[in-house]
């Protein structure tokens, strides 16, 4: 870092939204510095579910962020009623720390500087640069980006007094006694919508463990515990059973923005830090790529002259926003009977590929609403599927393993 140069950019924070927009930046020759708070690669509290739309974002090889492919789910009410879906491309699995880490060097590949562990503290104006102080040292930038995450800091300072809408889950790793049973598992993932109310529970292999996990929408106001929850429905799952469960950890997810403005003057605010999270499934790194995307298209323009920050993204971010909004009626709707929507929703083929086509991105969340309310009559009508028995899947072959 140079002592007294003035950066295009100062990014705080190194996950999916500092990372990604930071390398778009670096590679048009915008003179970028991440402040991250944690030496890189840093643990991060996440499922690690990366969905197609994701993926497609980052134009890159599924072997260069060492993805494993999703092929099929299992889906399943309180472990009971288990039936599985065909999710051909919907999307892979990956390891959070190594994710971010990818993303970041990515960043200084293409000339990024990066500043870690250096805490973000505050930030000041003097005259149209932004003076941000950190525990490494004072920098100085043109731009300031809040990408700090849900209890983002830079948010706190900007907009002082906006609350995110949190959404609550908590996640562990399950290291099975048999090694062969993630192999056996392969590209499958398990969704259990009994797990917990209004919410779900999650399977997903990794290399040496599977992540699982209970994800809680946050319109319930019901007391749940979720370590507790957590330990029962690893308990109950055939393929859990036997596992030893290790670094239990809660997080939260913002999951509305913070308001429809989420940049004043020359600062902005992505991905977590705007509260930019879905609410049916807990989907969030597809939400910090795609507005790390649009503050890099208005950064550009800001800094060609054709158009003020503030204005542009504030703009731009719109058809994030609208869409989440739809993701909350959704999600109103999917959670407001668990047990009938799996039954009547979850248990029809044709409702499920409405889901999968969303988490694909082929549908968003407002064409998902209205194909599924318009074809009522029709899936209302259309046969169910029959459970198999949880104690048989493992044995089936999965159809493909990255
Ligand atoms: C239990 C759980 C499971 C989840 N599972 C999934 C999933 O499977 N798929 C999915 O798409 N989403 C999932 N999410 C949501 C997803 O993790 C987030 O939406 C995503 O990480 C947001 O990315 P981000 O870059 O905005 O913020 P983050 O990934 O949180 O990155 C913020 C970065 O800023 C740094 N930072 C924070 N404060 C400071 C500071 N003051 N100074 C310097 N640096 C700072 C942090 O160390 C961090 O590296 C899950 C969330 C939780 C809690």
């Known amino acids: 870092m140079e002592k007294h140069k003035i950066y295009d950019v100062c990014i705080i924070g190194a996950g999916p939204a500092g990372g990604y927009l930071a390398t778009l930046l670096a590679r048009q020759q915008v003179s970028v510095i991440i402040i991250e708070q944690s030496p890189l690669p840093r643990p991060k ?25 999703i092929s099929g789910t299992y889906l399943a009410f309180k472990n009971k009623g288990v039936f599985y879906q065909e999710m051909p491309g919907a999307g892979y699995t990956v390891s959070r720390s190594s994710f971010d ?34 525990s490494a040292g004072p920098v100085a930038a043109r731009i300031l980006v809040g990408a700090d995450g849900v209890f983002s800091a830079v948010r706190k300072q900007l907009f002082p007094g906006k609350k995110p ?94 308001g429809a403005k989420i940049s004043r003057g020359n600062i902005l605010l992505t991905g977590d830090a705007a509260g930019l999270c879905e609410s049916i499934f807990g ?28 204005k542009s993204y504030n703009q731009k971010i719109k058809i994030i926003t609208r869409e989440l909004f739809f993701s909350r009626i959704l999600a109103d709707i999917i959670y407001f009977n668990s047990q009938t929507t799996f039954n009547w929703l979850v248990k029809n083929e044709w409702v499920n590929q409405q889901f999968t086509d969303l988490i694909r991105g082929i549908n968003n969340h407002s064409t998902c609403l209205i194909k599924v309310a318009a074809g009522l009559p029709l899936w209302l009508s259309a046969p169910r599927r029959q459970a198999v028995s949880p104690e048989t899947i493992f044995d089936q072959p999965s159809s493909s393993t990255l």
């Open 45 to 69: 509290v996440c499922g690690g579910g990366l969905s197609q739309k994701s993926f497609r974002q980052l134009n890159l090889s599924p072997a260069a962020i060492d993805a494993r492919i």
């Open 101 to 134: 880490h990818y993303l970041a060097q990515q960043a200084v590949n293409a000339g990024a500087t990066l500043m870690a562990p250096a805490t973000f503290r505050h930030f000041y104006s003097q005259g149209t640069t932004a003076m941000v102080s950190t």
């Open 283 to 310: 989907e969030g790194i597809y939400y910090a790529l795609r507005s790390a995307r649009l503050a890099e298209k208005s950064i550009m323009d800001f800094l060609s002259g054709k158009s003020r920050l503030e």
């Open 165 to 258: 809408c949190l959404a609550h889950a908590i996640q562990a790793r399950a290291y099975p006694e048999d090694h062969q049973a993630i192999e056996r598992f392969g590209s499958r993932t398990w969704l259990d919508f009994g797990a917990i109310h209004k919410g779900y529970g999650w399977i997903f292999p990794q290399r040496d463990h599977f992540n699982i996990g209970l994800y809680k929408v946050a319109t319930t106001t019901k007391n749940q515990p979720l370590r507790r929850l957590l330990a029962e429905f690893a308990a109950k799952n055939p393929l859990l059973q036997t596992c030893r469960l290790e670094q239990i950890r809660g997080g939260a997810l913002p999951v509305k923005p913070i």
